[in-house]
């Protein structure tokens, strides 16, 4: 076996494993690239349902929504969550990888995979959306480039873990693995159980295609399928609640306020987040209602209480963290001295925000059985999940990426000025997709739609005219939206490939006193529960959560008079 | 830390029932696999296939 060569980082302490870095590159890379593809489809579908534009003609709009979901839901996410897998666990655990050629394997599987299909899409046969349900059938090559995606990422997954046993076995830490190491457990778990659903479901659907299988049951595929589509998306909520508390640590140097807690809260989301995938069909029938309401209703709300311990965890963190450093004035003297202008923190900062109000209060709502019936399959389910997994997860990851640049890339960051407003530009435009789409969808506009004015339709329907204001509004949030997703990738390109080298120890936003390795990997609590400004802020989100939650029950109640 | 000696006379160091659950991380795998197999696939399943087939 080769000999592991190692660097220490000039700015963390941290012992680097050379081949690790080049698999968190490659694999950043990678995702960066499918970010950029897929955010310019997701422009041309929000552009095309802008009923004054309409830019795509039909065939088109749904081959764009197939790439959209596909390279930005699958590509650009899964690549750069194996990233941070080997992150939380080679670099942040001293380790060296396990397996190295497995990983770079997973690597090519995983682009293998993802250009086949990406081929299949644009080739025109396969704009079955990235849910791909039957009876609607795509090309072969459609479902083999996932399965190989899916395959791909496994290894990876297996490769986390072994990393984990190589890390103990060697003694290259100490007690129990860091937080943010278990945040990313989390998620690799989870990732266990959706790519294996995944693979479970694609291969009979591939021979289908092929014609060696000769019927699937679409209820069946439904169910399956969406344990792999739905606990993705828990993969993406564990690894950008790993971020954030990582980014607490680095820029901050905080402590969670209770490492049981954390660790509680991630264990309900390996337990019951993943039962949420019942909430993708709460309109079929054929399912009991006892099946219904016991995974997403008793469990989700389990593992939703997990989220909201990260939610006040998280921030307070930093806010004992901030007063330990004197920021004491008042209750929030400590997020105003906060650095606004590092996009490694504004970009944490609005991913937590924004996903607790736009993601996570419209999630519950949809994952109510009752007030579903409201929304489900109209506009407000994108417009809830661009609240999650943009707003929340590729918020979370570009913010990451801001620290990744300099002491994984070893690169300066481009155009820092750029650099400091991105995160605005990007959260702004997607807080407008989000609201503008629930609003359209409160309205009753269907997801997946190429004319809202029905033209060529046999009957004649409207909707109301605040109902194209929206979609109007929505486009132009899209258009803000996919400017900062632009600057995004052109700060990445150019500072990884073409950005001045750092070779020496850089200063993160707020010089803590201790070393980043000891905040981000090691265990050990804050110590503290005066965080005065985090229940303030807990306590408007609770207020806005309980407000929006009994206004749809009464939404429901006028829906469904009982007289 | 199951690698600190105790000295002598100290009880040897107990470490918390949760802990111990926590660091097992392939029990943790175990049950983040078996719990949504069983109640949501499995159960799933089971209702599906008794739902009669159209004559
Ligand atoms: C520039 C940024 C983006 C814009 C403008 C955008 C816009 C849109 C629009 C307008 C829809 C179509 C809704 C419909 O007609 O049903 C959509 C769907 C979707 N978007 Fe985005 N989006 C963006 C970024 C993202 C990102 C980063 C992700 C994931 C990480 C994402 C995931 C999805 C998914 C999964 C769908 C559903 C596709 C389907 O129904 O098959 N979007 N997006
Ligand atoms: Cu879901």
């Known amino acids: 076996m080769s000999k592991t060569v190692y660097r220490t ?84 655990l001293n380790s060296r990888i396990a397996a190295p050629r497995w990983a770079w394997a997973a690597f090519a599987l995983m682009l293998g995979g993802g250009l086949v299909t990406n081929v299949a899409v644009l080739q025109g046969q396969s704009s079955v959306m990235f849910t791909s349900y039957p009876p609607l059938m795509a090309a072969q090559h459609f479902y083999l480039g996932l399965i190989l995606f899916a395959v791909g990422a496994l290894i ?167 007063r330990a450093r004197g920021f004491n004035n008042g209750v929030f003297q400590w997020l105003r001295k906060a650095p606004w202008g590092n996009p490694a923190f504004s970009g944490m900062f609005l991913s937590l925000v924004m996903f607790g109000f736009l993601g996570g209060i419209s999630g519950v709502v949809m994952g109510t059985e009752q007030i579903n019936i409201m929304m489900h399959n109209t506009l407000y389910v994108p417009g809830h999940f661009h609240g999650t997994v943009v707003a929340g997860t590729t918020l979370a990851f570009m913010a990451m990426s801001y620290l990744l640049i300099p002491l994984v890339f070893q690169r300066e960051v481009a155009f820092p000025s750029l650099a400091k ?54 486009g132009m949030a899209a258009i803000a939206a996919a400017l900062g997703g632009l600057m995004f990738i052109v700060i990445v390109v150019k500072s990884v490939f073409f950005g001045k080298p750092v070779r020496d120890r850089i200063t993160l936003a707020a010089p803590s006193g201790q070393p980043i390795s000891a905040a981000v990997a090691s265990y050990g609590s804050a110590g503290t529960l005066r965080i005065p400004g985090t229940l303030v802020l807990v306590g408007v989100f609770f207020t806005a959560f309980v407000l929006y939650y009994f206004v749809n029950w009464k939404y429901l109640s006028e829906v469904w008079p009982m007289r | 830390m199951s690698e600190i000696e105790p000295a002598p006379d100290q009880e040897p160091l107990r470490i918390p029932f949760m802990q111990r659950v926590l660091d097992n991380h392939f029990l943790l795998l175990f049950l983040g696999v078996v719990v949504p197999t069983v109640l949501y696939i499995i159960w799933g399943i089971l209702e599906l296939v008794q739902i009669p087939v159209a004559p």
């Open chain 1, 9 to 92: 980082c000039p700015t963390t302490g941290l012992r680097i494993d050379l081949s690790a870095q080049a698999l968190i590159k490659a694999n950043a890379v990678a995702a960066v690239v499918f970010l950029a593809i897929g955010g310019l489809f997701g422009l041309s579908v929000a552009l095309t349902r802008w009923p004054a534009v309409h830019l795509l003609p039909a065939d088109w709009f749904y081959l764009a929504l197939t790439a959209h979901g596909l390279d930005v839901l699958l590509l650009w996410i899964i690549f750069f969550e194996i990233a941070v897998l080997y992150f939380a666990s080679a670099i942040l």
């Open chain 1, 156 to 322: 990876g997954c297996f490769v986390f873990f072994g990393t984990l046993v190589i890390a103990r076995d060697e003694k290259t830490y100490q007690g129990s693995i860091p937080l943010v190491t278990f945040g990313a457990l989390t998620a690799a778990i989870i990732a266990v159980f959706t790519l294996a659903s995944g693979a479970i479901i694609l291969i009979p659907t591939w021979l289908w295609s092929i014609g060696l299988v000769s019927n699937i049951d679409p209820l069946m595929y439904k169910l399956v399928w969406w344990a792999m589509g739905h606990s993705s998306q828990q993969i993406n909520v564990s690894a950008h609640v790993a971020i954030w508390y990582a980014i607490a640590a680095m820029l901050f140097g905080a402590k969670p306020l209770s490492e049981k807690i954390s660790r509680t809260a991630f264990l309900l989301y390996i337990l019951f987040l993943q039962l949420a995938s019942a909430h993708h069909l709460l309109v079929e029938p054929g399912l009991s209602s006892e099946w219904k309401v016991f995974n997403t209703s008793y469990a989700m709300y389990l593992a939703v209480l997990g989220s909201m311990i990260h939610g006040l965890s998280v921030p307070g963190a930093m806010e004992a963290a901030q």
């Open chain 1, 421 to 474: 407003w991105q995160p605005y530009l990007f959260g702004l435009g997607v807080a407008g997709l989000s609201l503008f789409m629930m609003g359209a969808g409160t309205l009753g506009v269907a997801r997946r739609h190429w004319d809202i004015t029905f033209t060529s339709a046999p009957f004649d329907f409207n909707y109301p005219p605040t109902a194209y204001l929206l979609m109007g509004l929505n």
